[in-house]
């Protein structure tokens, strides 16, 4: 688990371009996109419609955000808390969770510090699992043997109901760290599931100021 932490943690710039689809009771909706983040605390997303239409732009930070809706001209400000993500991506999730996500990164901090309940080796994978004794979940990792891609990624709550599944495909290697090309997150408690697939990954570049321009007629909302 260090070897896969360790690999997160050299990710420190990430940005990509592909295509998006979002399903929550809130929205369901498909775009393409453009990502750029900065570890440990900083993102921006631009959506993009057919032929290239913008759509939405937003920067978010651990501090706080904002968002533009381009068709309709309005600027979302406010401070960032799970509530406000929830509200602007119409997915219940955190900064870190919305920052993993788009990086195809699952994060183990947790997980350092303990060996694993059960180890095993199916074909050309190794499968791990933990038990929370607190909140009685158990997360489980489909890992590959050969260059520790993290294939899948469940929380199952007890006795057999699957609260949380990522998958994760299409790797290539960048610095010796294995990234996806595809990842789904599919949150079945909350009945909402994320779609990524990128056309292009660059990572640990200079991206510059992760910031954009605001038209002065924009209608500012404070949140």
Do not use: C, H
Request: charged fraction near 30%; avoid cysteine; charge should be neutral.
């Amino acid at each position: 688990m260090k070897k896969l932490e360790a690999n997160r943690r050299k990710i420190k710039t990430f940005s990509g371009s592909g295509t998006i689809n979002l399903s929550s009771p809130q929205l369901t909706a498909k775009a393409s996109f453009q990502v750029s983040l900065k570890k440990p605390d900083s993102l921006k997303i631009s959506f993009y419609g057919p032929f290239g239409i913008d759509l939405a732009q937003s920067v978010a930070t651990r501090r706080d955000f904002i968002f533009y809706d381009v068709i309709n001209n309005r600027v979302f400000k406010g401070i960032t808390k799970d509530l406000s993500l929830k509200n602007i991506f119409k997915v219940d999730l955190t900064f870190d969770e919305l920052m993993d996500a788009f990086a195809g990164a699952v994060d183990l901090t947790d997980k350092l510090r303990r060996e694993p309940d059960e180890l095993l080796i199916r074909n050309d994978s190794y499968l791990l699992s933990y038990s929370e004794q607190i909140t009685g979940r158990k997360s489980l990792y489909e890992i590959l043997i050969d260059d520790l891609a993290i294939t899948k990624f469940s929380i199952i709550e007890q006795p057999r109901n699957l609260v949380l599944e990522g998958s994760y495909k299409d790797f290539e290697m960048f610095d010796d760290v294995p990234l996806p090309y595809k990842i789904n997150i599919n949150y079945k408690l909350m009945n909402q599931n994320i779609d990524i697939d990128y056309r292009s990954i660059r990572v640990n570049r200079d991206i510059g100021s992760l910031s954009f321009k605001i038209p002065e007629d924009a209608e500012i909302i404070e949140w």
